[in-house]
C-alpha cells in the first residue's frame, strides 16, 4: 500500500538538480554545478504542515520564498508565508522513487522553476 502525499512529504529535503527557461532556452543546472557555485536549497517540511528553508538560488520566484506552512491540493502543493498569507507560491508536485519534484510553470506555460530534490532526513 502507498502512503499517501502528505505522508510523504514531511522530512527535509535537498535540492540535487533544476530547470529553468529564459526566453526560449531551457537551463540545466546540474547537481556539480550547484556544488561548484555553493547553491542550495534545503527544505524542511514538518507534519504540523509547517516548513522552513534556506535558498541562495538566483531565482526571484524562490527568493521571495519566506518560511511559513504549506499545504496540498491534488498534485499541488502551495507554500504560504508567516508573514503576509497572500504571499504564496504553488508547485505542482510528485514523489517519484524517494525524489521529491517541484514544478512551476508561468501563465504561457514555460518553465519557472522545476527542481528535483532528495529526502536528507
Known amino acids: ?11 527535509k529535503w535537498q535540492l540535487v538538480e533544476y ?3 529564459t526566453g526560449e532556452v531551457l537551463q540545466n543546472i546540474s547537481e556539480a554545478q550547484l556544488k561548484a557555485e555553493k547553491r542550495n536549497w534545503d527544505i524542511d ?6 516548513f522552513s528553508h534556506q535558498c541562495n538560488l538566483p531565482v526571484s520566484l524562490i527568493s521571495g520564498i519566506k518560511n511559513g506552512s504549506w ?3 491534488r498534485n499541488f502543493i502551495t507554500l ?5 498569507l497572500k504571499m504564496h507560491v504553488e508547485f ?10 517541484l514544478l512551476k510553470k508561468d501563465e504561457k506555460g514555460s518553465i519557472e ?5 532528495n529526502r536528507i532526513s
Open 71 to 73: 499545504q496540498i491540493s
Open 45 to 50: 517540511f514538518n507534519d504540523k504542515n509547517s
Open 113 to 117: 522553476f522545476f527542481g528535483f530534490f
Open 19 to 21: 530547470y529553468l527557461e
Open 80 to 84: 504560504y508565508s508567516l508573514e503576509d
Open 1 to 11: 500500500m502507498f502512503a499517501r502525499p502528505s505522508k510523504q512529504i514531511p522530512g
Open 92 to 101: 505542482q508536485f510528485a514523489i517519484d522513487k524517494g525524489q521529491l519534484r
